[in-house]
Every structure is written in C-alpha cells, then in structure tokens.
C-alpha cells in the first residue's frame, strides 16, 4: 500500500473525530496533519490524554465489538500487501482504539485497523494505536468513517449495522441512517442482507461475497408460495457439499427452485456410453436444456456427438 494512500486513510479517520466535540455534537474544527511522539504503552494504568499515539504489544488489544470486519476470515493472502508496506516501510498509519474495562490483559479495544492487528500479530511485531476517548456513538462514526473508502465488503458492513442499530442506536432506524449518511431505505437494505436465513449464508464459502443485490433477489424469491422451504433445502444441500463454487453460481442454484414444485423438472433423457452406464443425462425445461455429467466419464469428442443425438430426441 503506498505511503500516500496511508496518509490519505490516516487524515479522513482524525477528520470524521474532528468534527466532534466531547459531548458528540458539530462544532470543533478538523485536526489536520497532526503530529504526535509515539509513547510506549507498558502499565494498565498508565495514565492516556484525549488523544495520544501509543506503541504496544498485540496482547493488548481486541477488536472493538462492533468493527466492520469478520477478523476471523483475514488471510495472509488478503492482507498482503499490508504486510508487505508494514515489513518495508513500518506501520505508517496507527490504528485507532480507546481503552476496554477488564480484568484481563486485554485492555484495549481497536476500533479501527482490525487489518493492522491482525497484520502486527502476523509478523509478531507491537502495533501504534492512536487512543482516544470515546463513546460508542463516536467509535461507530469513527470507525465507518475511516472504512468508507476501503475494501471492507456490504455483507461486513450489514452484520455491523444490524449490531450495532439494537446496542448504539436502539433500534432507531432513522437515526442511525443520519449519523452514517445514507438513506433510511439504503440501510434496510443492508439490514436485510443481514438478516437472511443461516441455511442461505452457509451454502456461500466465503459470506462477504454476498452483495446486497443477490441478497434482494434471493428474498424475493423466497417471498413466492412455498419457495421458501425449496431454497432452504437447496442452500443447506450446497452447504453440505462444501464444493468451491463462485457466489454468483451459488445464488443461480438457489434462485433456480423458485416457483418449482418438488419433482416437476421437464423431459429428461439419459444418454449411455458404449459400455452400457449413463454417460449424461439431459433436462428440458421451458427455457433451458440441463447437461449433467458424471466426472470422468467421456471424451469430448463423444460427448459432443451424443448431445447432437440427444437434442435431436427432444425437439
């Protein structure tokens, strides 16, 4: 990640604070370009001003409760080229955290910068946390704030508004949408991708590649006369086959059993190869012509002569 873009995250995080006075209302001025000593932070009852940058070791630190992103589905993968910047040039960018209650060790809470967390644990390395002393309201803006510009995807951003509306806001809809800056429509669309069925999100790999659109088409679909258990039984039967398949396939499969009845596919004809067994099978159904293939177990240039007497059977 280049230095430029860090400082850029950097100046838009301290911005979103800086228009907050303690009390969490508009009035002080932006602190812009500030520069801080990096302190080391040692005891749990070392004394912290309103806004210091501290050096300290991982232990230290949890997610705050209400980030914005499934920690526990970071790689080495996708956080490499944050480990790379960090090896290369040191963590240019504190994370911002505020100090957590407990009687533990871990007595801070990182509100933003779960990635440069995750990274520091990574290369065994202590991490500068920019502390700060904050409401929950004011963590949440902090934290969307310094996240609207990265890479954070919709379905980790529903799961933390659908926690964080009923534990910061209470549930009040229209306040939450204004403290964010989007519509009150918008955000329930991300509540509703937030609250589709476990069966639904189990039968994606990877859940942060469900967006809010194959969410609005999957409740739509469930929302047809007696759809909803035939989706559900679908999603839980890709669940169970833990097959790496593309989002976008997923959702095809499961949107394909709306408004079908169990057991009322087309025509079907199965083609067998020379020794006898099924070589494929063919569905015909109103708009499309289903291909199912065992794995293995013809050579194309068979198949591709099977299928042409096949399609000529169900004209």
Not at 193 to 221: C, G, M, S
Not at 237 to 253: G, L, N, Q, S, Y
Not at 266 to 272: A, C, M, S, Y
Request: proline fraction near 5%.
């Amino acid at each position: 990640m280049a230095d430029k873009k860090l400082k850029s995250t950097l100046g838009r995080a301290i911005a979103g604070l800086g228009s907050l006075s303690p009390s969490g209302g508009e009035g002080s001025a932006p602190r812009a370009n500030r520069q801080q000593p990096i302190r080391y932070l040692d005891a749990m009852d070392q004394s912290i001003d309103t806004q210091d940058v501290f050096e300290m070791d991982t232990e230290r630190c949890v997610p705050w409760p209400f980030h914005n992103r499934l920690y526990e589905l970071l790689t080495e993968t996708e956080c490499s080229d944050l480990i790379e910047s960090i090896r290369t040039h040191g963590q240019l960018v504190p994370a911002i955290g505020r100090r957590h209650k407990t009687e533990g060790r871990a007595d801070i809470e990182i509100v933003s910068g779960a990635r440069r967390l995750w990274v520091a644990r990574f290369l065994k390395i202590r991490i500068k946390v920019d502390l700060r002393v904050l409401t929950d309201e004011e963590a949440f803006v902090v934290s969307e704030d310094s996240n609207r510009y990265e890479d954070i995807t919709q379905y980790e951003r529903a799961i933390e508004y659908r926690r964080v509306l009923g534990a910061i806001f209470g549930g009040n809809q229209a306040r939450m949408a204004a403290r964010v800056n989007i519509s009150a429509g918008h955000l329930s669309r991300f509540l509703a991708l937030a609250e589709l069925p476990k069966p639904i999100v189990e039968a994606f790999p990877d859940p942060r590649k469900i967006t809010l659109k194959l969410a609005a088409q999957i409740r739509a679909a469930m929302n047809s006369p007696g759809a909803d258990k035939r989706i559900l039984a679908v999603a839980s039967e890709i669940a169970r086959k833990h097959e790496p398949t593309e989002a976008e396939a997923i959702a095809r499969a499961i949107l394909a059993t709306k408004g079908r009845k169990p057991g009322s596919g087309g025509k079907r004809v199965e083609i067998k190869g020379p020794d006898g067994a099924v070589a494929f099978t063919l569905e015909k159904r109103s708009r499309e012509v289903i291909v199912k293939i065992p794995k293995d177990r013809i050579g194309l240039a068979q198949l591709a002569r099977l299928i042409s007497e096949a399609l000529g059977n169900l004209s």
